[in-house]
């Protein structure tokens, strides 16, 4: 059982001088007030300073040491800072002491230097690694000392291709005690690798399996560098992970220049499109403008129409009466074309006369001016409706609106060209290069890890092959060496069953324990509980025994609260829960039910929060007599913050 006893910092972050936290001894809720930029973050890392040596920003990104110098401080000409933490773990005091100080590199080079007492006695630095390394390992510290926003990552137990799971499934597995029987199975494996060498090297001393035997020393051979490349890819990719990472969280807090830069080129495409419809609106209204001068007498024109119209329609009527005439007078259908009745002889007769008598001399020269006419028609109509005005309007306003939208388009460029420095361009430019590069590194990385798996793969088989041939054969030597073989096989295959075993029991344990935590935290009473997969990845379980799939921020807040105290309840060391910001994605009723589960989640819950987050009426009504101790982080000025108990 690992208990913190006291904090003490001295011109760490904003805590100028010395200030000192005596956490109470009784099991319980603590909490911490402060308002946003007043140390609560700096707080929860005085405490993984002091235990790690490190100092966690936003997005697990380590920070700079000189960063960690008070400023007011700083300018008074103080360039140290330090951290004591007093605790105890299995009956035995510590003390622990790590100072940050200028290094031989320069005024913002910074080295961290500690010392561990035991029951008042300074421990070597080996034995104080080795200790610490007991008490706390850095790679769990995430189940003990956490930000509340960072709970979100544990949604990614669920999804099998994100970085971040495989390294918390791993780290769950620590808390929980199975690498102890995993170094067993893989000290098991070990063995028997050895007893195959020795076996093959018996063989080798044979005449009869010679060649088995050289055969299974050059497979020994190769698996061992295959082993040796697995590993060292292995490193390589979770260097890579981390380095992306970074690059994340350096992308992430430059999001706002990011979306700058991310708008700006999307306004760059936009400007250039409207450019290019801007040239095809003036081509054509070049093309328009070119008749524009006949809107200036379009009422003339029109005029000039109807009276064409007019004499176009008189103009027809007589070259039709002509044209019937002639039709009846010299046509052998004797019925009118006009009305279809029929004409007598002496009525044809008549009209015979009067065409013959020259009575339509006149037809060609009104069919020649009807031809005329509408010559002139066609042309002042078409000339009207080049001449449209309203046509024009609509044109002028088109390339008037996309002149607008380019000059819109290029003020906002200017305006975000002002916020974007030319470093900060070129800087977040790089990160994104580095980023794709990160990313083809870790595919190629991936790539060669599965082929170097696959290779060692094909080695087993061939080399399982070898054997079951050699045990075919029998031998002094080789009998003694093969009994060793198969005694060690024996072991590894009892050690590999016994891990599956484990892990299946600690996964169901967990997923017991964090449903009974979540039906307590939730307040949907038609959730039965949750149900856990083999990354220990959990989704909710409706009382009709399906999955809830889909969850919010808020549901995915309660489930990783819920798996963190299954973890607290089932893991060999059991330790404090520092908590900065717990409730920031939670409704008000899921606050009070978390706030009234948090002392059955581990004997030492400390909160940091401020009253908006946590009211303190809610607290105490919730908390009642398990909560144990209040202090809050004043301002005295914009650098100085003091502790102050309530």
Partial sequence: MLYLKSLEVTNFGPFKGTQRVEFPEDIGVSVFYGENMRGKTSLLNAIRFALFGTVMGRGRRNLSFYDLVNLEARTEGVRNFEVRLELMHAG???????????????????????????????????????????????????????????????????????????????????????????????????????????????????????????????????????????????????????????????????????????????????????????????????????????????????????????????????????????????????????CLQMVGKDAQAKIRALVDGGADAGDDASQRELASVRRRLDALEAQLAAANPEALRILWARQERLQNDVYSASAAIEEIDKQLTGDAEDELRGLRRDYDSVLRQIVATEEGIRATQQRLSETATYRDNIQKRLDKLAGGQIDAERRRRDLAARVHELFKAAVAAYREQLRRRVEADASAFFRTMTTEPDYAGLRINDSYGLTIVHQDGTLVPIRSAGAEHVVALSLVAALQNNAPLRGPIFIDSPFGRLDGAHRNRIVAALPDMADQVVLLVYEDELPVAMARDSLKERLKAEWTLNRETARHTRIVSR
């Fill in 92 to 338: 035995a005091h510590y003390r622990l002491t790590r100072t940050g100080k200028p290094g031989p590199g320069g005024s913002d080079d910074y080295v961290a230097s500690s010392y561990l007492e035991r029951g008042g006695h300074i421990l070597p630095p080996e034995q104080a690694a080795q200790e610490l390394e007991r008490i706390l390992p850095k790679e769990i510290a995430r189940f003990f000392l956490f930000d509340g926003e960072l709970l979100q990552e544990y949604e990614d137990l669920l999804h099998g291709e994100t970085d971040m799971g495989p390294q918390i499934s791993a780290a769950i597995e620590r808390i929980l005690g199975l690498p102890t029987l995993t170094g067993a199975r893989d000290s098991a494996k070990a063995a028997l690798d050895r007893a195959e060498v020795a076996l093959a090297l018996a063989a080798q001393g044979d005449q009869k399996t010679r060649q088995f035997g050289n055969e299974l020393q050059n497979l020994a051979a190769e698996r061992e560098v295959l082993t040796s490349d697995l590993f060292r890819l292995e490193g390589d990719l979770e260097t890579l992970r981390g380095h992306k990472a970074a690059i994340e969280d350096d992308m992430r807090r430059r999001e706002r220049l990011t979306a700058l830069l991310e708008k700006r080129d999307r306004l760059e495409e936009e400007r250039s499109q409207t450019r290019t419809r801007l040239a095809e609106a003036g081509e054509e209204l070049t093309k328009a403008m070119s008749p524009a001068w006949a809107a200036l007498i379009r009422p003339r024109l029109a005029t000039a129409v109807a009276d064409l119209r007019a004499r176009e329609s008189l103009l027809q009527v007589a070259v039709t009466r002509a044209q019937v005439l002639h039709s009846l007078a010299h046509g052998s259908d004797p019925s009118c074309p006009t």
